[in-house]
C-alpha cells in the first residue's frame, strides 16, 4: 500500500542514497513524456526537501527542456535486492548551469565527472513509497565507465561542440536553456 509524505525521512533518505541507479521522468504541456535512468554516483540529498543530481552530456537533454517550460519532476528509486520498495519524489526542479552562482557550491557535493553539464535540483512536494513487490531481484555488478571515457576523448572542446549540435532542444524542439545564446 502506498504511503505519501511532505518530505524525505531519515530512513527513506538513506535508502534512496544507497540505490546505484534511479530514474528521472519529465513531461513537457504538449509532446513526449521522458523517463531516463541515471548512476553513476551522481545523486545527492541535500535536506530533507531538497535533493539534486549532477546531470551528465548524453545523447539528449530532454530533463532541461521540460523543467524549463514547466519545472515538473519525479525521480524513483527501486530496490533491487531481497527487500523491495519503490520510492518516487515529485516536485517543482530548476536547472543549475555551469555559468550560475551557485553552481560551484552544488557541484563541490559531487564527484568531479569530465562531462559534468549541469545540476538538477529538486524541491520536493510530496514523497511516495509503494511496496515494490513487482521489481526483480538483481545484483549490481559494477559502475559503468564508459560515459566518461567518452567524453575524456571529446576533450572539453569537444563536450562543448556535441552539446551545441545535440543538446540544445528537445525531441519536440523545446529550448533546454543549455547555453545563453
Known sequence: MAKFYPELNEKLGKFIAAQPMFFVATAPAEGRINLSPKGMDTFRCLDHKTV????LVGSGNETAAHIAENGRLTMMFCSFDDKPLVVRLSGRARVIHQRDTD???LYSCFEPYPNARQIIVLDIALVQTSCGFGVPVFE???RRTN???WAEQRGEAGLIRYQRQHNQKSIDGLPTKLFED
Not at 539534486?52 to 546531470?55: G, P, R, S, V
Open 103 to 105: 553552481w560551484a557550491e
Open 147 to 149: 560515459m566518461s571515457e
Open 140 to 142: 549490481f555488478k559494477r
Open 52 to 55: 539534486a543530481y549532477l546531470d
